[in-house]
């Protein structure tokens, strides 16, 4: 059981550049979301998603774009990287609205 | 501001002996807290749970506490080992909201 997988675990940009992280998870979870987590800062969400077709926004969306056309995947779309943009970025899904979240492994971005 | 507070920002402890992290919450109604270890270079993974009906859970050598009348919940590791070095974060999450309020963390360093 795969859980919640992210690709790439890392990733360079230069800015400017954009780039898709991807999220998939094996689950049948109708939750999904993404984090980002900088040091010193709890997680903070960008979009989720609380089933196929549907998303919204989180705490820091501007600059990141999100899309849910099936029930496993969830990609996370960086329109134009920027240095702030550095960060490490979680996926997760949950099968309800109050239950146990499942991280992927992340995605260490860095924007130069 | 961040309504859910850690503390302390780290500790060292050496292999075998006891500690006990906190957490401070602001967030109100609540549905449940969560704790969640996170090892270096990985994704949160749950430790445990809690609705505002309990108060404690345990999981192998964890135990979580929680009252909700003073807005604090507290994780004890009991015999630490080298593999507890790790970031514990605090999870608190509200009725039919799906964002989750995240601490920064505890940062737990096991010595030999």
């Known amino acids: 059981n795969a859980g919640v997988t992210q690709t790439p675990k890392f990733q360079v940009l230069k800015t400017g550049q954009s780039m898709t992280l991807q999220c998939a998870q094996d689950?049948?979870?109708?939750?999904m979301s993404w984090y980002r987590q900088d040091p010193g800062m709890g997680l903070r969400l960008i979009h989720y998603?609380?089933?196929?077709?549907?998303?919204d926004q989180g705490e820091v969306p501007n600059g990141y774009n999100v899309s849910r056309s099936t029930t496993e995947d969830f990609p996370l779309r960086l329109l134009s990287a920027a240095p702030s943009q550095t960060s490490v970025y979680f996926c997760a899904s949950s099968l309800q609205l109050d239950t146990e979240a499942f991280f992927g492994q992340g995605t260490r971005l860095t924007v130069v | 501001k961040n309504q859910v507070e850690q503390s302390p920002q780290s500790l060292i402890i050496l292999e075998g002996k006891n500690c006990t992290l906190q957490?401070?919450?602001?967030?109100?109604?609540?549905?449940?807290l969560r704790w969640y270890k996170q090892d270096t270079g990985r994704g949160p993974v749950s430790l445990t749970i809690m609705t505002f009906s309990e108060n404690t859970k345990s999981n192998g050598r964890y135990t979580a506490t929680l009252d909700a009348d003073t807005k604090q919940s507290s994780l004890h590791i009991t015999a630490s080992q080298l593999s507890d070095s790790a970031s514990y974060i605090c999870?608190?999450?509200?009725?039919?909201?799906?964002?989750?309020?995240f601490g920064a963390g505890t940062t737990v360093t096991v010595r030999a």
């Open positions: 998603s609380v089933g196929a077709g549907i998303t």
């Open positions: 689950m049948n979870h109708e939750y």
């Open positions: 957490c401070n919450y602001t967030v109100s109604p609540f549905s449940n």
């Open positions: 999870v608190v999450s509200a009725p039919y909201d799906y964002k989750l309020s």
